[in-house]
């Protein structure tokens, strides 16, 4: 029997993620089965558990990928040199995120992907594994996350004298309630969060 390439092992288990990924943007976690999984793969059970034990699994996996393009894009941004305003490049960078898993997840709407982060959040109530994947991606955020604050202080662009961790802090911040308002209310778009994010950096500097 050929032997099957690791690269098709990894583009079936990507298959397989983003056949979920549809069906829990449409249907929700909960109300979604494995056999949902099944059709919209158009996989076997046996082809499906052969990466993934169980509805958790995916569900876990769903969320990784969508942190690991999160930290990416942030990544990206610091690796550039500080010449666009903070407040351009974070409703960019979350721009881009949004209209890109939307696009992974076969839909237009970037308000479908901001509802799956908003039920990975909940879910990791109740899920401990979720909630440890959880916590890492939020480390990992803040370290990729410190760094884009440092280049910005290095280049003078933010106060040197203030606690970088605060900065971020308040950063990420900024960047989940865009999410929670994109889910709920699908209105918040990035140029809402750019002027309002430039209004508040450039206050002190206006009224003087």
Not at 8 to 33: E, K, M, P, V, Y
Not at 41 to 54: E, P
Not at 63 to 75: G, H, K, L, P, Q
Request: aromatic share 8%; net charge neutral; proline share 2%.
């Amino acid at each position: 029997m050929a032997r099957v390439s690791q690269a098709h092992l990894d583009a079936r288990r990507q298959q397989i993620i983003t056949g979920a990924r549809r069906c829990f943007t449409r249907n929700g976690f909960h109300a979604t089965s494995m056999q949902d999984v099944f059709k919209e793969t158009d996989l076997s059970a046996g082809a499906v558990y052969r990466y993934f034990g169980s509805k958790e699994e995916l569900i876990q996996a769903v969320a990784v990928e969508a942190f690991t393009s999160m930290r990416e894009a942030f990544a990206g941004a610091t690796r550039d040199t500080p010449t666009r305003p903070l407040d351009e490049v974070l409703s960019g960078v979350l721009s881009r995120v949004l209209e890109e898993q939307a696009h992974r997840a076969g839909t237009e709407s970037t308000g479908a992907f901001a509802k799956l982060i908003l039920q990975v959040w909940g879910e990791s109530l109740r899920n401990e594994p979720l909630a440890i994947t959880l916590r890492q991606g939020y480390e990992d955020m803040h370290v990729v996350w410190s760094e884009l604050v440092r280049t910005y202080q290095r280049a003078g662009r933010l106060p040197a004298d203030v606690t970088t961790d605060h900065v971020v802090r308040t950063l990420m911040a900024l960047a989940q309630g865009f999410i929670v308002q994109q889910a709920l209310f699908g209105d918040a778009s990035s140029e809402i969060l750019r002027n309002g994010l430039h209004t508040l950096m450039t206050a002190n500097a206006d009224v003087q």
